[in-house]
């Protein structure tokens, strides 16, 4: 079994499209499914609430109500499990309950109001995509209504910049553990210094392309394909929007330089690509444990 996969889950349509997601993950790496609700700790309740055992007990018996809906709708397959956390905050909750369940990864849905089948980041994904130590992937809405039981493909959005060689790790090792294609997708002409002349851009991204596509290839078993392609158009944005999507794939990008050792921060070239995204996004730490820091990914 390939760790687990902890979901952050609310009795709403965003807790249903993370818990899509999250089984579709668990499902294809042979994972653990934990679906975790995360409600406030006696510290932020109201003064006007019961005293504190009183306080507790109703909120984890709602908690387990909801889980226990959860729980019917997931497929009777997966082993799974729901469990209620009290926290000062949602991340903070999901981020111990990552660590505590050794999860792979954490998954969370997007913020409420935001348009089929993409992105919008609310509170809690924005803390959790600046804290994390754990790789985050986030489901764009409508995930609940999509029929992908497993994962086609993963695709890697792989620059020049340090912490590349731990993104591709990770997407060679879920390409690996979940018998998926793996799709990799250099951003060079987005990560070369400005003034660079176009031919000198091909040059350098043809050259990296080759490389990356090399190492994957070395490093997955045989009957698991890698592809390379260069990212096209003009802007970040552009070339996300031109690349061809298979339904019910992911992408992995890596953290920004700005980043805390082992820890997430969303970079601007994730940033741009989680405008116009069509599908789940999973943000990896540009550090490995122990591992030096400097400079940055994306």
């Known amino acids: 079994m390939s760790g ?81 956390r009290l926290a000062e905050s949602f991340a903070e909750g999901l981020i111990a ?23 919008r980041l609310g509170g809690v994904a924005s803390a959790l995509l600046h804290s994390s130590p754990i790789p985050v992937a986030l489901a764009p809405s409508g995930t609940a209504g999509a029929d992908d039981p497993v994962l086609p493909r993963i695709t890697a959005a792989i620059g020049t910049r340090a912490g590349a060689d731990v993104l591709l790790d990770e997407a060679v090792a879920l390409a690996a553990d979940s018998s998926s294609a793996l799709r990799l997708v250099s951003l060079v002409p987005f990560d070369v210094p400005p003034g660079l002349d176009t031919g000198a851009i091909r040059v350098v991204a043809g050259g990296h392309a080759d490389e990356v596509l ?11 394909t890698a592809t390379v392609e260069q990212a096209p158009g003009d802007s970040v944005e552009d070339a996300v929007a031109h690349l061809s999507w298979v339904p019910g794939e992911v992408v992995l990008v890596g953290s920004s330089r700005l980043a805390q050792p082992r820890r997430l921060f969303l ?23 122990g591992a030096k820091v400097e400079g940055d990914l994306a």
């Not at 309950?97 to 849905?109: H, K, M, N, S, T």
């Open 4 to 84: 687990a996969i902890v979901v952050g889950y609310t009795a709403t349509e965003s807790g249903a499209d993370a818990a899509s997601l999250g089984a579709r993950l668990a499902r294809s790496l042979g994972a653990r499914l934990h679906l975790v609700i995360v409600l406030p700790a006696e510290g932020t309740r109201s003064a006007a609430v019961a005293p504190e055992r009183a306080y507790e007990d109703v909120i984890r018996n709602q908690g387990k109500k909801w889980l226990a809906d959860a729980m019917t709708q997931l497929p009777q397959d997966l082993t799974r499990s729901g469990h209620v």
């Open 97 to 119: 309950a990552g660590e505590e369940f050794g999860a792979r990864l954490i998954v969370i849905g997007a913020a409420g109001g935001a348009v089929l089948g993409r992105h």
């Open 214 to 224: 090399a190492a994957a290839q070395d490093a997955l078993p045989p009957d698991v």
């Open 267 to 289: 970079g601007s070239t994730a940033a741009k690509m989680l405008h116009v995204l069509p599908v789940p996004m999973i943000v990896v730490p540009r550090t490995r444990s």
